[in-house]
């Protein structure tokens, strides 16, 4: 099979991402999850925070808010500037930095009491290898007993047993075609998009190495993580095999 490009570059690299993924939450408002997360990563007051892959800062600036020291982390500049502009509206004090997850600073190590991953894209990497990088980087920045949130889109035993899917959606405007297949053996999860706007005529693929609960869990104890649980949501509900993603919450 051809080598799956990296699709996260490029739909990240402007505006684009806002076509096909709007906001799913206004970062001015307190997210419906975020009691939920705030109860699953249990920070003290003051607490220091990275929220690794931030986009667009849907949970870093409400944690900024509540008074918590929070770094948002992301590769996308056009990402990071949105979420620069949304934290001065809210006027949220955050430090953002734009990097690869793969490589955190070196200054960062043992500097978070908890690291956050949510609404994340982990397995975008083309190298399995650099997958589990991630997750030695944040077992290294984090203290002593701290905890990691990962929040992954996809469960391979969900997109298994639901197969293919085909779908549309308003892009505002205008509607994109959703096409999402699973191939089996290399385990990547593709979706193809495609729409017309203004005229012209639009195609990106966005594609992820789909795992499975037990896969992600035996990369957490390969990364050093001394315990972690699963579940299908952040309310802490059971995963099924028809649980579209999955929660892990590890701790050091």
């Known amino acids: 099979m051809e080598i799956p490009s990296r699709s996260w570059q490029r739909i990240y690299a402007d505006e684009k991402f806002s076509w096909l993924w709007p906001p799913a939450y206004e970062p001015n408002s307190d997210p419906p999850e975020l009691e939920q997360i ?20 849907w949970l870093t600036i409400p ?15 056009a990402m990071l500037t949105r979420a620069r502009e949304s934290a001065k ?12 997850m793969r490589s955190l600073p070196a200054g ?3 500097t978070f009491d908890s690291v956050t991953l949510t ?20 077992m290294r920045v984090l203290k002593s007993g701290g905890r990691f949130l990962l929040d992954i889109v996809v469960n391979r035993d969900e997109l298994i047993l639901n197969g293919d899917r085909n779908s549309s959606f308003d ?49 957490l104890e390969k990364a050093g993580f001394r315990e972690s649980t699963v579940s ?17 919450l590890a701790q050091k």
């Open 63 to 77: 944690l900024a808010l509540r008074g918590f020291q929070v770094t948002g982390y992301d590769l996308s500049d």
């Open 171 to 219: 892009g505002g405007g205008f509607f994109i075609v959703d096409k999402g297949s699973l191939d089996i053996l290399s385990g990547i999860f593709s979706r193809e998009f495609q729409w017309y706007r203004q005229g012209r005529r639009h195609e990106e693929t966005w594609q992820i190495r789909a795992y499975t609960a037990p896969e992600v869990t035996r990369m």
């Open 232 to 248: 299908r949501n952040y309310a802490g509900d059971s995963l099924t095999r028809d649980s579209v993603g999955m929660v892990f």
């Open 89 to 100: 509206q809210a006027d949220a004090q955050i430090e953002w930095l734009r990097g690869d």
């Open 108 to 110: 960062w190590t043992a």
């Open 119 to 138: 609404l994340s894209e982990f397995g975008c990497f083309d190298d399995e290898s650099d997958n589990q990088q991630v997750l030695a980087e944040v």
């Open 38 to 57: 705030l109860a699953l990563l249990a920070p003290q007051p003051g607490a220091r925070i990275l929220d690794l892959a931030c986009g667009l800062g």
